[in-house]
């Protein structure tokens, strides 16, 4: 058997209640020009406790198919966000 895929992204929705949506960037060299060129996927992740938070840098790795979309799960946070959430009716309370 083959190693598991691994892959270090951007958690962009934690909306769902046991799942994020990881952005992950692939870098690649055009095979005629020789320009660098980013692209991204998108995988969503199963996050069994919940620690991935939006804006979190987290590891995810291949598993088995845990639903229809589900190909991944979150082994660990690399990096939190920097800005914490703050809700609008604070910002308006600090104001």
Do not use: C, W
């Not at 055009?30 to 991204?40: A, F, G, T």
């Not at 919940?50 to 790795?61: F, Q, S, Y």
């Amino acid at each position: 058997m083959g190693k598991r895929k691994e892959f270090i992204g951007l958690v962009v929705s934690d909306k769902m209640q046991k799942t994020v949506v990881v952005k992950v960037l692939r870098i690649s060299k055009h095979p005629k020009y020789s320009r660098i060129m980013k692209s991204y996927n998108k995988f969503k992740a199963h996050d069994e406790k919940g620690i991935a938070k939006l804006g979190d840098t987290v590891r995810i790795e291949e598993t088995r198919p845990l639903s229809k979309d589900k190909r991944f799960r979150v082994l660990g946070v690399v990096k939190k966000a920097e800005a914490p959430d703050i809700a609008i009716d604070e910002v308006k309370e600090i104001k």
